[in-house]
């Protein structure tokens, strides 16, 4: 998401905010970005990783589907919801997209977990 006021014509690093964790973008926090402006960071992305990708956790209940926030699609399949903001979901599609973009980024330094409990 981009911080309230943010000048669209100028959007500077500190204006884009995890839509997770509501963290500004910074050097050491990468980001990556998916629809209408929305962004997860590494650390949530990490956290989501480890709890649906590899803990098998779904938050989404009794078949329903949840509205990602990254990809702004309804989906039936295990989804992460944000502990700190619980409207803000990303699905497993959107984590592993995700992942991957930031393990090929040689600049993010970021690698996913091995197993649920590294997070
Ligand atoms: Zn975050
Ligand atoms: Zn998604």
């Given amino acids: 998401m981009r911080r309230e006021g ?3 014509e100028e959007v500077r690093m500190e204006d884009v905010l995890c839509d997770y964790c509501h963290s500004s973008w910074t050097l050491d926090r990468p980001m990556i970005e998916g629809h209408h402006g929305s962004c ?3 650390t949530c992305l990490r956290t989501a990783y480890s709890a ?4 098998g956790c779904n938050d ?3 078949g329903q589907t949840s509205k ?12 992460f919801h944000s502990p700190a903001y619980p409207d803000a979901i990303i699905c497993l599609r959107c984590i592993k997209m995700a992942a991957k973009a930031l393990t090929r980024d040689p600049d993010s330094n970021w690698k996913p977990p091995t197993d649920s409990t590294t997070a």
């Fill in 40 to 42: 997860i960071c590494g």
């Fill in 60 to 62: 989404a209940t009794d």
């Fill in 6 to 8: 943010t000048n669209l």
């Fill in 52 to 55: 649906v990708h590899l803990g």
């Fill in 68 to 79: 990602c926030t990254m990809c702004l699609e309804e989906r039936p399949d295990a989804c």
